[in-house]
């Protein structure tokens, strides 16, 4: 998946995370914070990480955070992640967010990053990606 400006078609795959916003998710202005739309690309970033390196994964950075347009309450949000590196004990996931209205067909690329995770072991130090 790669990153793109804009846009109108979401990924083919599945999403990671699909959630319909919320009046609580809001500002005064019915728009949706950006600090809770980065939570779900996180929360969706570590489905695949925890998923990749069969265990526990952590986020250690999200780098090129872009937002190219607001959601609103009652819009569906489809998260969309997608791994583009793997390194000995890390994992680069590209991470787009879509949304789309209540009552419509049209998609709309909303926030897109890359967040980076390590796999750690059960006393949280790194561990290499391959094994439990």
């Known amino acids: 998946m790669p990153m793109v400006e804009g846009g109108s078609t979401p990924p083919q795959q599945q ?23 980065m939570g779900q690309m996180d929360l969706a970033a570590g489905l695949v990480a925890a998923r990749h390196s069969r265990g526990r994964a952590v986020t250690v950075a999200v780098e090129g955070m872009k937002f ?25 996931i590209e991470v787009q967010s879509w949304r789309r209205a209540r009552h ?29």
């Open 104 to 132: 419509s067909e049209e998609s709309c690329l909303v926030t897109q990053a890359q967040f980076v995770f390590v796999a750690v072991d059960e006393h949280k130090r790194p561990r290499p990606v391959d094994t439990i």
């Open 15 to 37: 999403p990671a995370i699909r959630v319909s916003t919320m009046p609580a998710d809001a500002n005064a202005y019915g728009d949706i914070f950006g600090g809770w739309l």
């Open 68 to 92: 190219h347009a607001p959601v609103a309450v009652g819009d569906e949000v489809s998260v969309f992640a997608d791994i583009v590196k793997v390194g000995r004990t890390s994992m680069t």
